[in-house]
């Protein structure tokens, strides 16, 4: 008996691989369990159209966050913060308002999370920020901060 494999099976293979089995197997234990379907032709076919699209998705995504981190390659962010008596800054910038000032000056939403910074930002000048955007993909932006 074919069974397309859903799940990873130890001893047996890793999902969306096509196995022969014993009947009894394949069908009391691998599709009761939900760990494989019967691998009939429209099954098999169905799988790989979803591996495609899939496949494309992914590609489209890739393509995507290439061309966000092409633009915010030479982009300074710009933020304006209100100083002390002192000339230095309440708090410190925060991942959460550098994501913000990313959409609302250049277009694109980034989550706070992804915003790496190497130590906190309390003072005003230039800074270097990193962002993860996924994909083992990682752009580097120019932050500026600045008193108002």
């Not at 397309?4 to 691989?17: C, F, P, R, S, W």
């Not at 496949?55 to 209100?82: F, G, P, S």
């Not at 991942?95 to 190497?118: M, P, T, W």
Request: no cysteine; charged share 40%.
């Amino acid at each position: 008996m074919k069974v397309l494999l859903i799940k990873d099976v130890k001893n047996l293979g890793k999902a969306g691989e096509i196995k022969e089995v014993k009947d009894g197997y394949g069908r009391n234990f691998l599709v009761a369990k939900g760990f494989a379907k019967v691998g009939t032709k429209e099954v098999i076919k169905e799988w790989e159209e979803e591996q495609k699209r899939i496949r494309e998705e992914q590609e489209t995504e890739l393509k995507k966050l290439k061309d966000i981190e092409k633009n915010l390659k030479n982009k300074t962010i710009i933020i304006k913060r209100k100083l002390g008596a002192n000339g230095s800054l309440f708090g410190s910038v925060t991942k959460e308002e550098i994501a913000k000032e990313i959409l609302a000056q250049v277009g694109f939403d980034i989550d706070k999370k992804s915003v790496e910074i190497d130590k906190a930002i309390k003072a005003t000048g230039n800074y270097e920020v990193s962002l993860k955007l996924g994909h083992g993909i990682h752009a580097k932006l120019n932050l500026a901060v600045d008193g108002e």
